[in-house]
Nanobody, 122 residues
Framework: QLQLVESGGGLVQPGGSLRLSCTYS??????IGWFRQAPGKEREGVSC????????EYADSVKGRFTISRDNTKNTVHLQMNSLTPEDTAVYYC?????????????????WGQGTQVTVSS
C-alpha cells in the first residue's frame, strides 16, 4: 500500500507564499491530489496531477495562484502556493488515486496522508 507524508505547512502573512510537499513511499505513477479542510467546513479539492505530470487541474479558488508539480524520481509532488489569503487557512492533505479523472473528487482517492497545517494571518 502506498504511504504519503505532507510537509511544508506553517504560518504566513496574507500575500505570502508556501510550498507544500507530498512524499510517497515508493516510485509511483498514481495520480496525486491535494485537498484542504478548514474547521467546520467540508474537505474540498484543491488540485490534482496525472501520473506522469502531464495533466493538471485546479479549483477555481486557487487558479493562477497555486501550481502543482511532481518529480517521480524523488517520489514527491509539490504544491506551490502564492498570494495566500486567510481563506486558504486549512489542513492540507495529499492523496493518491489509481487513475486521473480530471476532477478533484476525494471519493476517488484511496491513500491519504495525515495533513499539514497552513495558517494565513497577520
Amino acid at each position: 500500500q502506498l504511504q504519503l507524508v505532507e510537509s511544508g505547512g506553517g504560518l504566513v502573512q496574507p500575500g505570502g507564499s508556501l510550498r507544500l510537499s507530498c512524499t510517497y513511499s515508493r516510485v509511483s505513477y498514481y495520480a496525486i491530489g491535494w485537498f484542504r479542510q478548514a474547521p467546520g467546513k467540508e474537505r474540498e479539492g484543491v488540485s490534482c496531477i496525472s501520473g506522469n505530470g502531464g495533466r493538471t487541474e485546479y479549483a477555481d479558488s486557487v487558479k493562477g495562484r497555486f501550481t502543482i508539480s511532481r518529480d517521480n524520481t524523488k517520489n514527491t509532488v509539490h504544491l506551490q502556493m502564492n498570494s495566500l489569503t486567510p481563506e486558504d487557512t486549512a489542513v492540507y492533505y495529499c492523496a493518491a488515486s489509481t487513475y486521473y479523472s480530471g476532477t478533484i473528487d476525494q471519493r476517488r482517492y484511496a491513500y491519504w496522508g495525515q495533513g499539514t497545517q497552513v495558517t494565513v494571518s497577520s
